[in-house]
């Protein structure tokens, strides 16, 4: 499948009718979203909207049971459905194309920061020099310089989520999916931990997808997408 260079130029990622169950609960009914370069796209919605699992679907975390995902490929020259991919294929496709940044963190914690940046390098098959270099730029890239070595129970909360935000930026992913990245810190260090996302996190080939019940956090993304009962009311 390949995409015309208007298509290549308009968006990263198209979801397209995504539906999605589980038991007797609709989370996702006939939702399209399209993700383009250089932006930050919130997403929005009162508790069993669906936002969550609208960007979990695209991820590959929660799979369809309807529709289509499509994301450019990083030359250009076409796409790939990721419907049509292996579960293998759609494993490495988020070790190298996507980055994840929860609430929690969820960073090892006998790991040290740079190891944990480290970590989805080597999952990929980097050799461990080239793997702790980039941990090292994504470290001072996000103001962390020095602190590779600590772990991350010796870290601030701020700190340890801007780690998070390194890991997820190290294999040079096309996306970024934050799942209320600010929602457990307070709102000043919540504040520097969102500008660090969409400082390093948005580009020319990249964008960041931001989940978040926080009107604040959404006023800061250059778009807001708003879910109820699965289906996308504003924004797509």
């Given at each position: 499948m390949t995409a015309s260079p208007t298509t290549r130029a308009g968006w990263l990622l198209r979801a397209e009718?995504?539906?999605k169950t589980f038991g007797a609960t609709q989370a996702l009914a006939a939702a399209d979203l399209s993700i383009r370069p250089g932006e930050a796209v919130a997403i929005m919605g009162?508790?069993?909207?669906?936002?969550?699992?609208?960007?979990?679907?695209?991820?590959?975390?929660?799979?369809?049971d309807s529709g289509a995902?499509?994301?450019?490929?990083?030359?250009?020259?076409?796409?790939?459905?990721?419907?049509?991919?292996?579960?293998?294929e759609r494993s490495a496709l988020r070790l190298r194309r996507f980055g994840f940044v929860f609430q929690q963190g969820m960073l090892p914690p006998e790991l040290t920061a740079a190891e944990n940046i480290a970590l989805p390098l080597l999952l990929a098959g980097s050799s461990r020099a080239d793997a702790a270099q980039r941990a090292e730029e994504e470290l001072r890239a996000l103001g962390l310089d020095g602190l590779g070595g600590r772990r991350i129970g010796a870290l601030s909360g701020g700190q340890a989520?801007?780690?998070?935000?390194?890991?997820?930026?190290?294999?040079?992913?096309?996306?970024?999916?934050?799942?209320?990245p600010t929602g457990a810190l307070d709102s000043h260090t919540a504040d520097e931990v969102?500008?660090?996302?969409?400082?390093?996190?948005?580009?020319?080939?990249?964008?960041?997808?931001?989940?978040?019940h926080d009107e604040h956090v959404a006023s800061r993304c250059d778009r807001v997408v708003r879910l109820r009962d699965g289906r996308i009311e504003e924004g797509s």
């Open positions: 009718g995504l539906g009162p508790s069993g909207s669906g936002k969550s699992t609208l960007p979990h679907a695209p991820a590959g975390i929660v799979p369809a995902v499509i994301l450019r490929r990083p030359d250009g020259d076409g796409v790939d459905d990721l419907a049509a991919l292996s579960d293998d989520q801007r780690v998070a935000i390194a890991r997820a930026l190290a294999p040079d992913p096309s996306i970024v999916f934050a799942d209320e969102l500008d660090a996302l969409l400082a390093v996190g948005r580009g020319p080939d990249r964008a960041v997808l931001v989940v978040t």
